[in-house]
């Protein structure tokens, strides 16, 4: 049987240790050796014990953990040759040469940009007698796919990233406990989300929420959006509401792009309408926590076919990321989807809003 191994790489999100375990147990169940590779890139370059053999039950008990069991890590040293030649030589004398990698879109070109340079990194490793040729023409081809971690749900190409449901889940629990509380004192509330460029999660808390107000990058709100704010929730007031919500995307901007800070809202909220009004910043409290069964789901299907896409590759087929379109798990070319990403990314940056909100629904 062939060998594969798995890692997870850049920032964690719940339902990778789902997506490990269906990895590991699909792997087994259809004859492959799966190995667990901790620390994400790091435990490739430095090899020895960060590479171990996984049985049926390493993956025991997992399923709904939050983040990875195996660790995750940023490496300096893969994104350098000398780091990626280090890790080419630990794959092949572990005999690995098919390749899960669970992360963002960073850890996604790094697999990629490893695999364009599999063959080359080899031919060095031969040349300087850390190979054998007979080793060299066993492993000549490296097979990666992706599976895309991040609660953010801001890869374009899959319709949800494995552990948005459940950052979503942690989001509606807080708006829930915040607004009993807010009842009582009749306050307002400015509640800051994750989502970096990508405003997924404070739209989805405020359509299942208490919300009266969500500001999301990818619509920037006119000049004068604070006398708006102020009369909607002025209204509400009005017609006996004892509390406000207010959602902000950790990166709502402008118009002209600049930031919009939750503490600016509360002080706009609290000296024109003499409401008492806080901030809560949920952080990091998002991306832990038990993952949701959406996610815990998600992610089983994911890891499966993962691993029948690896199986199927041929030396010539491109990298895949599997994907979720509609309500079936498919795959799309990862550079692809990658390049689509950091697209969105940049128009956000541009300030062209009309563009980064087409590639994403093109997608
Ligand atoms: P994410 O995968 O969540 O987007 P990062 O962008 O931090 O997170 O990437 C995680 C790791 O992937 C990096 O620390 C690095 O080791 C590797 N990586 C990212 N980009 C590249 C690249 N262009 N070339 C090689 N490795 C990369």
Known sequence: GSSLAVFTSGGDAQGMNAALRAIVRMGIYLGCKVYLIYEGYQGMVDGGKNIQLANWYSVSGI???????????????????????????????????????????????GANLFKEEWSSLLQELLETDQ??????????????????????????GTDMTIGADSALHRIIEAVDAIVTTAFSHQRCFVMEVMGRHCGYLALAAGLASDADWIMIPENPPEKGW??????????????????????IAEGAIDRDGNPIKSDYVKDIIKNRLKIDTRVTVL????????????????????????????????PDSEPVVVSLNGNVTCHVPLMESVEKTKAVAKAMADKDFQRAVELRGSS
Do not use: W
Request: positive net charge; glycine residues 12%; contains cysteine.
């Open 63 to 109: 399923i709904g953990a939050g983040g990875t069991i195996i660790g995750s890590a940023r490496c300096m040293d893969f994104k350098e040759r000398p780091g990626r030649l280090k890790a080419a030589k630990n794959l092949v004398k572990f005999g690995i040469n098919n390749l899960v990698c669970i992360g963002g879109d960073g850890s996604l070109t």
């Open 131 to 156: 190979i054998t040729a007979e080793e060299r023409e066993k492993y000549s081809f490296l097979n990666i796919v992706g599976l895309v971690g991040s609660i953010d749900n801001d890869f374009c």
């Open 283 to 314: 952080g990091h409290v998002q991306r832990g926590g038990s993952a949701s069964a959406f996610d815990r789901v998600l992610a089983t299907r994911m890891g499966a076919e993962a691993v029948l896409a690896l199986l199927n590759a041929t």
């Open 226 to 247: 604070e006398d708006k704010l102020c009369k909607r929730l002025a209204v509400q007031r009005e017609s006996g509401h004892r509390l406000n919500i207010v959602l």
